[in-house]
């Protein structure tokens, strides 16, 4: 049976950079796929998602011109290159994907949770002031 790794997560200063990585073991990531993001004492948050359905990608307006997501069919992985890095992404970021293959648009992903039905296990970000 599959799973998903997430790795990639650390701490960095203000301004600086992280590259997080959605892995699939076991299985191929065909379909959309999901960052999320969960800061203490706050609800889960969407973060971007991308979808290789209809090619669309989805970035809250949080992250938008700091976080790239991208797709490495090659490794089999999900990036989230993250810049100019905040003290408010202080965060557990997790990816996620459906459980059965169908078309997901990348912002109903997002804001709707359609598809995000199984999760990897988190990184922790933490961005110092």
């Known amino acids: 049976q599959g799973h998903l790794v997430v790795s990639g997560g650390g701490l960095v200063q203000t301004g600086g950079s992280l590259r997080l990585s959605c892995a699939a073991s076991?299985?191929?990531?065909?379909?959309?796929v999901g960052w999320f993001r969960q800061a203490p004492g706050k609800e889960r948050e969407a973060v971007s998602c991308?979808?290789?359905?209809?090619?669309?990608?989805y970035y809250s307006d949080s992250v938008k011109g700091r976080f790239t997501i991208s797709r490495d069919n090659a490794k089999n992985t999900v990036n989230l290159q993250m810049n100019s890095l905040k003290p408010e992404d202080t965060a557990v970021y997790y990816c996620?994907?459906?459980?059965?293959?169908?078309?997901?648009?990348?912002?109903?992903?997002?804001?709707?949770?359609?598809?995000?039905?199984?999760w990897g296990q988190g990184t922790q970000v933490t961005v110092s002031s």
């Open positions: 996620a994907i459906p459980t059965a293959p169908r078309t997901i648009n990348a912002q109903d992903m997002c804001v709707r949770r359609v598809g995000a039905d199984y």
């Open positions: 076991g299985f191929t990531l065909e379909d959309a």
């Open positions: 991308i979808s290789s359905s209809d090619g669309s990608i």
